[in-house]
């Protein structure tokens, strides 16, 4: 596709659930990241990938959250054992070569409510 | 004290005038970004920029990287430029960016 696509849009999960969200980056873009907005804040750093290896998750929250991109292509957000405040806007985004210097593209973001 | 804070938060202009949003930083930095958030979470990227000026039609972007400070801003504003604004800092330490809170901009007819 021509954008950054992200699945599912929108999902609600019971606490305790477990939860995977899914990014497609723009084909052939090296770096990914995942972000997280809570209702009303900016977007908080998760993790960073460049190609397959993750180079930076000193932002995700727990160990209840994991991330891997293990072709250096599409990406996946897991959630583990969900509460309450994970409750937010997922944002992946990717860009063609490694930070900075290269504009970033953002996916719509996946909507997490967790009841 | 938040690394990147804008104002103002919250902003109401009529069409046509010219508006201005600011952003300062606290942390070293190696590229500054503006973004538009329209309602439902999609985030565009307007401006990068790392020192000087740019323009892209009626919205320029400038950053005095001494100060510590860049501004957006709109010339002959429009409804549909309505939108969350959001600076965010490339740190030159790593890979992330942080983002200010984001400045919720309504253009009124």
């Known amino acids: 596709g021509a954008g950054v696509s992200q699945s599912p849009r929108y999902k609600v999960a019971k606490r305790g659930q477990d939860v995977a969200l899914r990014c497609d980056p723009i084909?052939?873009?090296?770096?990914l990241f995942w972000y997280q907005q809570a209702l009303g804040q900016g977007p908080e750093f998760l993790t960073y990938f460049q190609n397959e290896a993750q180079l930076d998750k000193s932002g995700l929250p727990s160990d209840r959250f994991f991330a891997e991109r293990p072709e250096g292509s599409v990406s996946t957000l897991k959630i583990q054992r969900t509460q309450q405040e994970d409750s937010a806007v997922y944002l992946c985004a990717s860009s063609r070569g490694a930070p900075p210097g290269n504009t970033i593209y953002f996916g719509e973001g996946s909507w997490l409510t967790v009841v | 004290k938040n690394e990147v804070e804008q104002s103002p938060q919250n902003l109401t202009a009529q069409e046509g005038e010219f508006i201005t949003i600011n952003c300062s930083y606290s942390?070293?930095?190696?590229?500054l970004h503006w973004l538009q958030q329209h309602p439902g979470g999609g985030i565009v990227s307007l401006f990068m920029l790392s020192s000087g000026k740019k323009k892209h039609g009626r919205l320029i972007a400038t950053i005095n990287i001494q100060e510590k400070h860049s501004s957006l801003h709109i010339t002959a504003s429009h409804p549909r430029d309505s939108a969350v604004y959001i600076c965010a800092a490339h740190e030159t330490s790593g890979s992330r960016l942080t983002f200010g809170e984001g400045t919720q901009l309504t253009v009124n007819p």
């Open positions: 084909s052939g873009h090296v770096s």
């Open positions: 942390v070293g930095i190696s590229a």
